[in-house]
T-cell receptor, first 121, second 110 residues
């Protein structure tokens, strides 16, 4: 299995530009998560999807951020317009079941991609 | 609000020098506590899940333990390849997401 694939690995852009981050989850995983990591705040959940449907987007910082999952094998996180404070490493993760669901795969761990390092100047 | 605090922030050990990392948590009903390892430039890699106080899990030189307020990651006779950031996360009852601590950066010198 190729694991969770994210692109690009690095993105440098100027303030005000649109940024699109991409993620391909592990085949068969039906939950997908977007996290942001900074030195100050650590790993923060932005949004998560189950069966392509957004379940919790309370971590999305503001309207400049949007996420989509048009099908089971692809998701995007878009920032428009970008600001310097958006600079961080953005991780996508997937898991095979809806976490919290009482079942045999109750607490399936998250499988993370290697992230996109975003720098907004 | 769920909180996860990890200590120390950074730890430097000599090869073979055993130690422990701490993860203190407050959560409204613990569903699971997770340990991850993160190497520079990589995403976190799953190590263990603990579900209830008293539970222990081992993997090579690592052993994770859990009480009602904290978890420890014990590292026995570490090697330089154990150098990484170790992250702790909790899942609360009724929620489907993880809350992460900021991690402990471990450096093992030969």
């Amino acid at each position: 299995d190729a694991g969770v694939i994210q692109s690009p690995r690095h993105e440098v852009t100027e303030m005000g530009q649109e940024v699109t981050l991409r993620c391909k989850p592990i085949s068969g995983h039906n939950s997908l998560f977007w996290y942001r990591q900074t030195m100050m705040r650590g790993l923060e959940l932005l949004i998560y999807f189950n069966n392509n449907v957004p379940i919790d987007d309370s971590g999305m910082p503001e309207d400049r951020f949007s996420a989509k999952m048009p099908n089971a094998s692809f998701s995007t996180l878009k920032i428009q317009p970008s600001e310097p404070r958006d600079s961080a490493v953005y991780f996508c993760a997937s898991s095979p079941t809806r976490q919290g669901f009482i079942g045999n795969s109750y607490n399936s761990p998250l499988h993370f991609g290697n992230g996109t390092r975003l720098t907004v100047t | 609000e769920d909180q996860v605090t990890q200590s120390p922030e950074a730890l430097r050990l000599q090869e073979g020098e055993s130690s422990s990392l701490n993860c203190s948590y407050t959560v409204s009903g613990l569903r699971g506590l997770f340990w991850y390892r993160q190497d520079p430039g990589k995403g976190p890699e799953f190590l263990f899940t603990l579900y209830s106080a008293g539970e222990e899990k081992e993997k090579e030189r690592l052993k994770a333990t859990l009480t009602k307020k904290e978890s420890f990651l014990h590292i026995t006779a570490p090697k330089p390849e154990d150098s990484a950031t170790y992250l702790c996360a909790v899942q609360a009852a009724g929620y489907s997401t993880l809350t992460f601590g900021k991690g402990t950066m471990l450096l093992v010198s030969p």
